[in-house]
């Protein structure tokens, strides 16, 4: 059974920092291309962040340049989004996804490009 399950979302201090996990199982994620993604209230859901299965590559939405950083550890079959300089505006509910034939660039701004995605993990950041 196909699964992604984020953790270490919690409540943070403006200026502050967290890591998030995205485990994944059923699946081998190092063939995957990876996203982080995110849904404050009353807002849509935007993309944070993505990497291809490839090469590697990265990329974010500017909101979240030079503060964010994805990676992922293969051997664990995880991926990682660090934040730090958390500001209130990053408050919102995170979402890790994954899909076997997304473009990263192309599905950071297109969720529907990824089939797999987590159930998702709460970022408050207070002023």
């Known amino acids: 059974q196909v699964r992604l399950v984020e953790s270490g979302g919690g409540l943070v201090q403006s200026g502050g920092s967290l890591r998030l996990s995205c485990a994944a199982s059923?699946?081998?994620?190092?063939?995957?291309?990876i996203g982080w993604f995110r849904q404050a209230p009353g807002k849509e859901r935007e993309g944070v962040s993505s990497m291809g299965n490839s090469d590697g590559s990265t990329y974010y939405a500017d909101s979240v340049k030079g503060r964010f950083t994805i990676s992922r550890d293969n051997a664990k079959n995880t991926m990682y989004l660090q934040m730090n300089s958390l500001t209130p505006e990053d408050t919102a509910v995170y979402y890790c996804?994954?899909?076997?034939?997304?473009?990263?660039?192309?599905?950071?701004?297109?969720?529907?490009?990824?089939?797999?995605w987590g159930e998702g993990t709460q970022v408050t950041v207070s002023s």
């Open positions: 996804a994954a899909d076997r034939w997304a473009d990263p660039l192309v599905a950071l701004t297109l969720p529907d490009e990824y089939d797999y």
């Open positions: 059923g699946f081998t994620l190092n063939y995957y291309g």
